[in-house]
């Protein structure tokens, strides 16, 4: 079963403006990862947050971490063209049994238009 | 490092042939995933491997699908036999630890017709 789920399923923005994509999940996690995959092609990974993190920044891409209400976001400022892509949130279990299981959302289709 | 490779990037088949997928990780990662993405049911683990062991299998989604490790460097996906349901891309993946970022191969496209 998937472990996260994004919300939205699809945005759609113009180019210029901020992309806020959100992940939810269930059960307890060691960190928090975010990649991108853009059509045809393999996923790869953006940023990784750790479960004693709230906030980190990579260029112009700002993550959030909330453990307590088991919740993320993605956001993407001033986004690009280049940036249209599938986004998806992976998380990964604390569980003995399934240590390092590496599990992903549903993704987010971002369509910037120029 | 090539990055993780995988072949065949494109396989067509007719239903009831055995099918193998091939991945090599990249070399001094422990771990190795293998996931099926389809567009109804996204991207769903399969199975995953810790220093060659498979940790996880609960993915899998039959009998009809086998995976093993024979060594650090290789890894196989089979599905014998096929059938149109199992028509998706299948992406294997590595990470160097535990909890750490996790490198996709290209994927194999697999179509059984």
């Known amino acids: 079963s998937q472990q996260g789920e994004e919300d939205p399923q699809a945005l759609s923005i113009q180019e210029g403006e901020n992309a806020t994509m959100n992940c939810s999940y269930k059960?307890?996690?060691?960190?928090l990862q975010w990649y991108r995959q853009n059509s045809g092609r393999g996923l790869v990974h953006l940023i990784l947050i750790r479960s004693n993190e709230r906030e980190k920044h990579s260029g112009r891409l700002r993550v959030t971490l909330d453990t307590s209400k088991k919740s993320s976001s993605l956001l993407i400022t001033a986004s690009r063209a280049a940036d249209t892509a599938s986004y998806f949130c992976?998380?990964?279990?604390?569980?003995?049994?399934?240590?390092?299981?590496?599990?992903f959302g549903q993704g987010t289709i971002l369509t910037v238009h120029p | 490092d090539a990055g993780v490779i995988q072949s065949p990037r494109h396989e067509v088949t007719e239903m009831g042939q055995e099918v193998t997928l091939r991945c090599k990780p990249i070399s001094g990662h422990d771990y190795l995933f293998w996931y099926r993405q389809t567009m109804m049911r996204g991207l769903e683990l399969l199975i995953y491997?810790?220093?060659?062991?498979?940790?996880?299998d609960s993915g899998m989604p039959e009998d009809r699908f086998s995976a093993k490790m024979p060594n650090a460097s290789f890894s196989t996906l089979k599905i014998q036999p096929s059938e149109p349901r199992d028509s998706a891309v299948y992406f294997c993946a590595s990470t160097l630890s535990r909890a750490t970022e996790a490198f996709f191969g290209q994927g194999t496209r697999l179509t059984v017709v």
């Open positions: 059960t307890s996690i060691n960190n």
């Open positions: 992976a998380t990964d279990a604390t569980s003995g049994t399934s240590y390092g299981k590496l599990t």
């Open positions: 491997f810790n220093n060659n062991v498979p940790i996880d």
